[in-house]
């Protein structure tokens, strides 16, 4: 089924709604959605051929032939509406003229000369589902079309850079390219496994699928640390709840995830997992103190930057310890004394969405520059492209903005892009590969966690009947098959009753007579259970449900250990 548009009702109007100048300094002439064709805007500059080699060499020389809104452009990272880059449906290009007054995501490239865009997908039950109006990813096939068409458009563009190309396709919850891929578990179950071997090998393998189709730029791994009280919109996102375990499993996750040739992106800079607040809807308040936020979230985000993750995303989180009252997007004592002078971060820090309402209490051009000026290099799937880049350029205009500053930005920028092209891509058959299967399913095996019940032998016997909470009849079907598939009986009713949880379940979700409840995300709910047997795979990816049935049916071990405290529970029932 086609979804080139889907929009989402939550989504606040202000998302769709247009401000500033919609005719760029050198526009290029927008079609009618009947035929749209790619708009041209030639260099203002000729821009002589890049010297080979060092990537950043190249960029220091190319950007010295850039225009002031060329600069500007650069550290854009829209989105766009629309699953071709320049082909799009009636209600996409509709979108799109409301977004950047243009048809096609081709013509929204050359128009505003931008240095990236993220591909976005919306489903209800994504915690960030809100900043995803629109759908535009379906499947490898359509999504390497779209990404040849939209780096096609980019060869327009001063610079000869290519375009960075980003997804939020962290696993798990938040996963935005779902069909014909090797789907890894969410990184709490790489955490409950243990085993950084094992993160780094399966973030290769998804890495090497997200080049295939033409990405080049992951938003993973998140490199939070959960709080005593957790963190509901990170959840399972994040690998656990001990500093020095995440640091492991965030380095292991960069080295997979770069050495499969994609930039990755640690998040939420400088720590999202301790607070109860969602900046998805306001400005979280991180209260914790600094001797806390050094010994506890500042671990990984040093592993990653360590490791050499070639991005940094901030967060819109007011972390009270670093700098009360600002968000730390918009802080220069954060993302620029903090992450460059302390932590000595060379790459590319880009903004969280600017269409998260932390960053909208100001006009589109007024947060961009804010954001800059704080030492962000680029600007997040910002309301109104126009807005933003206007405002950038009025900016650089009356020197609330130093040009040196922006200059800084984009080159930065266009070291990651030049270092990213260097890589070759790879095709598209190796999506699915036996070798990323395997990489992937032994770290869900490793992964699998027993809370309470035996610690040897089949863990149900006789007829099984597989139950689930609403909505997760995927999962449960994945599990019946899996367990016909280790040759356990399983029958519509009257057998074992196991029971399947998941992400956003409560106590009511819970079946009081199940024989064995499985959680598929934070093991927490866990907690309520009446059942004898309790198993947490923090995931419900088939792989992961494939290694639950071995375990259920006696064929495996449950090596795991909960990554999180479970109240009145052990983070293992089988010792260690």
Known sequence: MKRALRVAAAVPLALLVGCGSDAPPQPGTAPSPAAPQAASVAPSVSVPPSPAGDPALRAREAVKTFTDADLAGQVLMPYAYGDAADRVDKAAAAG????????????????????????VGFTPDDPTGATNPATNVENPKQVRALTDGLQQAATQLPGAAPLLIGTDQEYGVVTRVKEGVTLLPSAMTLGAAGKPDLTEGAWRAAGGELAAMGINLDFAPVADTLGSQGSSVIGSRSFGADPKANAAQVQAAVRGIQGAGISAALKHFPGHGHTTGDSHDDLPIVRQSLQ????????????????????VMSGHLDVEALDKGVAATFSRKIMTDLLRTDLKFTGVAITDAMNMPPAMKWPPGEAAVRALNAGNDMLLMPPNLAGARDGILAALKDGTLKRERLVEAVTRVLTLKYRNAAKQQPALDTIGSAAHQKAVYDADAAAITLLKGSCTGPLVTGPVTVTASGGREAARIALVKALQDTGVKVQAAGGTVVHLVGYGDRQTDLSMDAAVTVVMDTPYLLAGSRSPVLLATYSSSPLALTALANVLAGKAKAPGKSPVAVDKLPRSACGK
């Open 96 to 119: 799109n003229q409301n977004l950047a007054g243009v048809n096609t995501p081709a013509e929204m490239i050359t128009k505003f000369r931008l240095g990236g865009l993220i591909l």
């Open 292 to 311: 806390k936020w050094t010994e506890e979230d500042r671990p990984p985000f040093g592993a990653g930057i360590n490791a050499g993750a070639g991005v």
